[in-house]
T-cell receptor
Framework: NAGVTQTPKFQVLKTGQSMTLQCAQD?????MSWYRQDPGMGLRLIHY???????DQGEVPNGYNVSRSTTEDFPLRLLSAAPSQTSVYFC???????????FGPGTRLTVT | AQRVTQPEKLLSVFKGAPVELKCNYS??????LFWYVQYSRQRLQLLLR??SRESIKGFTADLNKGETSFHLKKPFAQEEDSAMYYC?????????????FGEGTQLTVNP
């Protein structure tokens, strides 16, 4: 039982490049979400999903896309990377009933 | 809109001293409050939630609706308590809903 996994652990991008951060969970959780963690700002919600085929925007969605084709996977796409997207990205999942979120190990992204 | 505030970015105490990490919130509905902890180089994990009313690793937190606070307390801090602590809020009526996090407090327990 791996819980929530994220790949890659580290990534360096140049401005304008695109990439996808992968997130998977094996707990059959309905709810999945992406956060970014920046010093002094806590965790801010980027996008979330309450089930396969359903996604919605969080607090800071601009510059990011998501899709949820399966219950297990919730990839986050950066369309055209900008230095302001340098951050640590966390994926989380939870059961709709339990409401306790389980976090992945994070992806540290640097955009130069 | 819901908001969570942790007024102290950094908190430093000595081993054996009491510690209190402050959390205030603003929300018009019925909130569910959480404390998450992130130890060095580890992922965030749930420490405790107000509806459980339990003590985890010696930490307790009481929801004070009058003062809209959910402060985290421990009577005797240990060095292994050094970590980043986040207070978070979600809507009690909506299960599995989005969490709003505070800015975080970095706790350092000195020997």
């Amino acid at each position: 039982n791996a819980g929530v996994t994220q790949t890659p652990k580290f990534q360096v991008l140049k401005t304008g490049q695109s990439m996808t951060l992968q997130c998977a969970q094996d707990m059959n959780h309905e709810y999945m979400s992406w956060y970014r963690q920046d010093p002094g700002m806590g965790l801010r919600l980027i996008h979330y999903s309450v089930g396969a085929g359903i996604t919605d925007q969080g607090e800071v969605p601009n510059g990011y896309n998501v899709s949820r084709s399966t219950t297990e996977d919730f990839p986050l796409r950066l369309l055209s990377a900008a230095p302001s997207q340098t951050s640590v990205y966390f994926c989380a999942s939870s059961s709709i009933l339990a409401n306790e979120q389980y976090f992945g190990p994070g992806t540290r992204l640097t955009v130069t | 809109a819901q908001r969570v505030t942790q007024p102290e970015k950094l908190l430093s105490v000595f081993k054996g001293a009491p510690v209190e990490l402050k959390c205030n919130y603003s929300y018009s509905g019925s909130p569910e409050l959480f404390w998450y902890v992130q130890y060095s180089r580890q992922r965030l994990q749930l420490l405790l939630r107000h509806i459980s009313r339990e003590s985890i690793k010696g930490f307790t937190a009481d929801l004070n609706k009058g003062e809209t606070s959910f402060h985290l307390k421990k009577p005797f801090a240990q060095e292994e308590d050094s970590a980043m602590y986040y207070c978070a809020l979600s809507e009690l009526e909506t299960s599995g809903s989005r969490l709003t996090f505070g800015e975080g407090t970095q706790l350092t327990v000195n020997p």
